[in-house]
């Protein structure tokens, strides 16, 4: 997570490898196929050529592209940059079975589609998600640029933004790096692996790599204010609603816009062969959260709307976005994971008093409770659920070190954890 330029919470979870003896646990350095999320980079290269004057987003997509057939039975009419951008262009999603297959189309077998027409709906009839129209966005960044559209996305964003971790490559080194994406959960059956295949012409739309400080990097950069990769006048273009989806939210310019208690976030999920992936942002506020998995089943959507609901409720009681700098080593020596018979207990500190909430909750801090200190190792439940023990103390078990190994819940014993066996 990133709040302006400083990321403040960074952690892996869980396995990067979880097969046998190759077991690997999650690093900070651990990349992902990060899927559609590759649309922003491509969507933000695309602004930065209209900036120059390179692209126009109301021109049409075949005058940078000759090859685009300018007309089908199905859409009388040709398509632009915008329309493009925004998957209101009608063309078809993803083109083959290459998601099934592992076998992503060519830049040839792109064009020889474009021959017949790519378009299923005439032009701005429907918002239709499509992959094979982020590739056709590729084709005009390395048209419009005069060079590979890898090479444009490398010398325009990855490099000034210093990101690492993130590339088009498939490199031994970045193999190594990359965690192995699993398949969903099935009753009585171990998760399959899947092996890293490359995308080929849709690396505009699906192709990039990257990890999770990378990206808090990129969406710092794509902050109205940040200075960085385009104009406030550019950003506003992109993260403002184009189009209202037939389903929940709308869409941007390679955003997708949805609210959150109310408030809008912008951002992009993913989805690859064994990898779920999500970033967001509240460009007001600017914090911005990016979750990656590796499973095809992985939460990332639910787990950053979470995120970004707890920071709220964390806002309603503190007022800041940023850890409270009144909390001491007092407060902190007790927080930590108790696990008991009824469930477990999550203490942190908020707004300079201790919280307890249920990490099993899809919105934890909404019935958390808040202790106040009534003596050494002593704390009373001053707020909370009616149907729990508030009004009650809470006793901690403190060793000779003063570091608590276990704590008394109203009558509940419970006992302190390492976090990582809970990971």
């Not at 046998?20 to 602004?47: E, N, W």
């Not at 000779?400 to 819940?409: C, K, M, Q």
């Amino acid at each position: 997570m990133v709040h302006g330029d400083r990321v403040i919470f960074e952690r892996g979870y869980g396995h990067a490898i979880a097969d046998g003896r190759r077991k690997r646990r999650v690093a900070a350095a651990t990349r992902y196929r990060i899927a559609s999320i590759s649309k922003v980079f491509t969507a933000t290269a695309v602004m930065q050529l209209v900036e120059r004057g390179l692209v126009r987003l109301d021109e049409y997509a075949r005058h940078y592209l000759p090859w685009i057939q300018p007309r089908t039975s199905a859409a009388p009419e040709p398509i632009t940059i915008r329309q493009l951008l925004s998957h209101t262009a009608g063309v078809e999603r993803d083109g083959s079975d290459h998601w099934a297959s592992d076998r992503f189309p060519t830049i040839e077998d792109l064009k020889v589609r474009a021959r017949n027409g790519l378009a299923v709906f005439a032009p701005l009839e429907r918002w239709k998600y499509s992959n094979i129209g982020y590739a056709i966005l590729g084709q005009v960044v390395a048209a419009a640029s005069g060079q590979p559209y890898e090479d444009c996305v490398r010398t325009a964003i990855i490099d000034p933004l210093q990101l690492r971790h993130t590339g088009f490559a498939l490199t031994r080194d970045v193999l190594g790096a990359l965690a192995v994406g699993y398949g969903r959960e099935s009753p009585g059956r171990a998760r399959p692996s899947f092996r890293h295949p490359d995308t080929n012409v849709l690396r505009a739309a699906a192709g990039l790599v990257s990890n999770a400080g990378d990206l808090c990097a990129f969406m710092a950069a794509q902050f109205p204010g940040s200075g960085r990769l385009l104009t406030d006048l550019s950003k506003r273009e992109m993260q403002r609603a184009q189009w209202s989806r037939n389903d929940d939210g709308q869409y941007g310019l390679g955003y997708n816009l949805w609210r959150v208690d109310g408030r809008e976030i912008v951002g992009h999920g993913g989805g690859f062969p064994g990898f779920a992936t999500a970033i967001g942002m509240d460009t007001e506020r600017r914090i911005g959260v990016a979750v990656l998995t590796n499973a095809i089943d992985g939460p990332a959507v639910p787990l950053m709307t979470g995120v970004f609901k707890t920071i709220h409720d964390c806002l309603a009681r503190n007022g800041s976005p940023l850890p409270s700098s009144r909390v001491g080593v007092t407060l902190r020596r007790f927080e930590g994971r108790y696990l008991g018979r009824w469930g477990d207990l999550e203490l942190v500190t908020v707004g300079g008093r201790l919280v307890g909430y249920d990490p099993r909750a899809d919105r934890p801090l909404q019935l958390a409770s808040e202790l106040e200190a009534r003596g050494p190792g002593r704390f009373q439940i001053v707020r909370g659920p009616g149907g729990g023990h508030v009004g009650e103390m809470v006793t901690f078990d403190v060793n000779t070190r003063g570091v608590p190994a276990g704590l008394r819940w109203g009558p509940n014993p419970m006992r302190r954890v390492n976090r990582s066996s809970t990971d």
